[in-house]
């Protein structure tokens, strides 16, 4: 995340490809980022029809959502190795998502080979691939995967951590503070920054509990994710507000700016602020969150 090329994403909903009237909602919603899915939300009797809807869809897709920003249209298509996914992605190097999200990734050859199909296929750079982190293989993965993120061919720019499927195929006990799961999350949190990619949180499943959501969301940006990835409209509004910087963080990142841009202080490395010690590191900082502030209108 620079701050040349930030975008929010701290609501990333999930839409079934097989869901017209779901998808018909998209230029009035207040996320950041939709994920229409080909995957595991549609049924395998309806995934080539689904697909082929797609072609409309982004022929005309929305220029803004409501509050006049453009939502980013992404798509998770099939694995590669799965009967539907190269297909997927052949339809989509022609419907030219903002990005496409690979479902299953174990290893960095998985991108690199839907890199190589999107290549051949004449995708625009302008279409990203991100990665659902959601096998233990993955996990084990996860440095060398994140670490293609440096290499701009690659075209990784965000992870998307697949907690279902984390719990499935290990058997983990879910509490409600995820405690089993978060060595795990601040793993992937971790590797990803170490690639330059941004990092969002797995789906709550629980859509009617917007109060479980919320506590949920706010553990998810005190961890350092950029976002988190919903299932319902509902829960839209609350991880848009946590995942916003909180007005006493944009007040004090603007002080610290100030302070540094003060003649007196041109040439320091550190400074004193209200008793507390402010580096220039702090000032990267303080314009990164005032970036993503601005860029949020927050
Ligand atoms: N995106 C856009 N709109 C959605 C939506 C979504 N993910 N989920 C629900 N809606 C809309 C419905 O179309 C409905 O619209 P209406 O009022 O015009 O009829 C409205 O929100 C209320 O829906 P509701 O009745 O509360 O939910 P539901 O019982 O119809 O659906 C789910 C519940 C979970 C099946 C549905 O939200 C869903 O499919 N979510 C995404 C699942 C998914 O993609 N999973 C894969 C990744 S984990
Ligand atoms: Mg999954």
């Known amino acids: 995340m620079t701050t040349e090329t930030y975008r929010p994403r701290r609501s990333v909903l999930y839409i079934p490809a097989s869901n017209d009237k779901a998808l018909a909602k998209i230029a009035t919603l207040a996320c950041d980022a939709v994920i229409i899915d080909l995957e595991d939300a549609v049924a395998p009797a309806d995934k080539s029809s689904a ?3 797609l072609a409309g869809i982004f022929a005309k897709r929305p220029v803004a959502n409501h509050d006049g920003r453009r939502c980013e249209m992404i798509v998770r298509v099939n694995a590669l190795a799965s009967e539907w996914g190269t297909d997927d992605l052949l339809a989509m190097a022609k419907c030219e998502p ?3 999200l690979l479902p299953k990734v174990d290893t960095p050859r998985d991108i690199l080979e839907v890199g190589d199909v999107l290549d051949d296929n004449f995708a625009p750079d302008a279409v990203k691939l991100w990665a659902m982190i959601e096998t233990p293989k993955a996990m084990l993965n996860i440095g060398a995967i994140a670490e293609l993120g440096r290499d701009l061919a690659s075209r990784l720019t965000c992870f998307v951590a697949g907690t279902n499927d984390l719990i499935k195929e290990t058997g983990v006990l879910v509490t409600p503070d ?7 999350l601040m793993q ?6 170490a690639g330059g990619l941004d990092m969002l949180d797995g789906v709550s499943n629980d859509f009617r509990d917007l109060d479980a ?3 949920e969301c706010a553990e998810a940006a005190a961890m350092g994710f950029d976002g988190k990835t919903l299932i319902h409209p509902a829960q839209i509004e609350a991880a848009n507000r946590a995942f916003a910087p909180a007005p006493e ?8 700016k100030d302070a540094f841009a003060l003649a007196e202080n041109a040439g320091k490395g550190v400074l004193a602020l209200n008793g507390k010690m402010v580096e220039r590191l702090h000032l990267t900082q303080a314009e990164k969150l005032l970036a993503k502030a601005a860029a949020i209108g927050a």
């Open 98 to 100: 903002d990005g496409i």
């Open 51 to 53: 697909r082929e809807k």
């Open 188 to 193: 992937m949190l971790l590797a990803a920054r």
């Open 249 to 256: 963080a944009v007040a004090e990142a603007r002080a610290v």
């Open 178 to 184: 995820r405690r089993y799961l978060v060595p795990w």
């Open 213 to 215: 959501f919320a506590r």
